[in-house]
């Protein structure tokens, strides 16, 4: 289990890259976690399907085309802000409620692109049990 975001989101790529083009019966799972209401039931977050459509175009963008039509629409999801990332961050529903709450640093933060170029070291994906802490970084 790997964790990725809109800051790493091209390390992540360049290292599932690495791992398919080792394995080729390696394939890889993008889980856009998503959010919950105050209620409790499920809200999806369309900063994540960024989130994972970032890492899905990066892929791409290194060869790997063989994902499913709900990857290619991550991806062009991701595309269509790319350039625009902190705009759409702060417009969208999540990125609203944190500045209104007064943590728009971390909406700014959360925009910084490719910012980490920290990534999961390959001896992590030897250790499947590791707890999700252990294996999330910047």
């Not at 019966?25 to 399907?49: C, F, H, M, N, Y």
Request: hydrophobic residues 45%; proline residues 4%; contains cysteine.
């Amino acid at each position: 289990m790997l964790g990725a975001s809109l800051r790493n989101r091209l390390a992540v790529a360049v290292h599932l890259h690495d791992v398919l083009s080792r394995d080729e019966s390696a394939s890889v799972a993008l889980i856009p976690a998503g959010e919950r209401w105050p209620d409790g039931s499920l809200r999806p977050a369309v900063e994540d399907l960024w989130g994972a459509g970032g890492v899905i175009a990066a892929l791409e963008d290194r060869g790997h085309t063989s994902g499913s039509e709900e990857a290619r629409a991550a991806a062009t999801a991701y595309r269509l802000i790319e350039e625009r990332v902190g705009a759409a961050l702060a417009a969208c529903s999540s990125g609203q409620e944190l500045i209104d709450a007064g943590y728009a640093g971390d909406v700014t933060i959360a925009a910084e692109l490719d910012s980490s170029g920290s990534g999961p070291e390959p001896a992590e994906l030897s250790h499947p049990m590791r707890s999700v802490s252990d294996m999330l970084f910047s």
